[in-house]
């Protein structure tokens, strides 16, 4: 984990959210509607065998949802949260097409176009900037790259998000220009971007 990732990690020993994840992960808790349109996104395009790259994975709980697309889907999950992928590995343990890697969205310990499709849901807007971990993606990528994130008419960044239940937790909460980061995605040579 970098530096920068210690900084903003309101994640970090976050266990009562890691439980509920791990029982999402083993179908004990209804899907996430989040999970749900990645699946209903990914299905037009989705071939079997593809190699998924989610970012940003926590608990792993997004196999279960592509796993009704390919039972056979080769998934990597990438988090910078050690509880969180400590779940994971115990809930994916025996599937050698399922692994967890430690890392954070700066600086992806992947190779570059390894992946099918690289998805990062709900992350960017918890970041300082979107930029560099969006590079990352598009970097990870051979095909097709999902992103679910905060935006609006103009950009909001909020560099402090108060919670009173983690008083102790930095949190960005941002909203993005859909115009500047649609111009950004297209000035790194993305083919193709659709905002949904």
């Known amino acids: 984990m970098t530096a920068a990732a210690r900084t903003w990690d ?26 749900k349109q990645l699946v209903r996104l990914l299905e037009p395009s989705f071939r079997p065998g593809m190699h998924v790259l989610d970012v940003g994975c926590g608990a792993g709980h997004f196999v279960r949802s592509l796993k009704r697309l390919d039972p056979q889907v080769h998934y990597t999950g990438v988090d910078f949260t050690g509880y969180y992928l400590a779940v994971a590995q115990d809930v994916w343990q025996d599937d050698p097409r399922v692994r967890f890697i430690c890392g954070d969205a700066f600086n992806l310990p992947v190779a570059s176009g390894g992946f099918d499709v690289v998805t990062c849901v709900t992350v960017l807007q918890n970041l300082p900037d979107y930029r560099a971990p969006f590079q990352e993606l598009l970097r990870a990528s051979r095909r097709m790259v999902l992103v679910r994130m905060l935006l609006g008419e103009i950009t909001h960044i909020i560099h402090r998000y108060e919670n009173p239940r983690q008083p102790d937790a930095f949190t960005y909460y941002n909203i993005w220009s859909t115009d500047e980061v649609v111009d950004f995605i297209k000035s790194q040579g993305a083919r193709q971007v659709e905002v949904l």
Request: proline letters at 4%; a positive charge; glycine letters at 12%.
């Open 10 to 35: 309101a994640w970090r020993g976050n266990r009562k959210y890691g439980e509920l994840m791990r029982r999402r992960a083993l179908g004990m808790e209804p899907e996430m509607e989040s999970a």
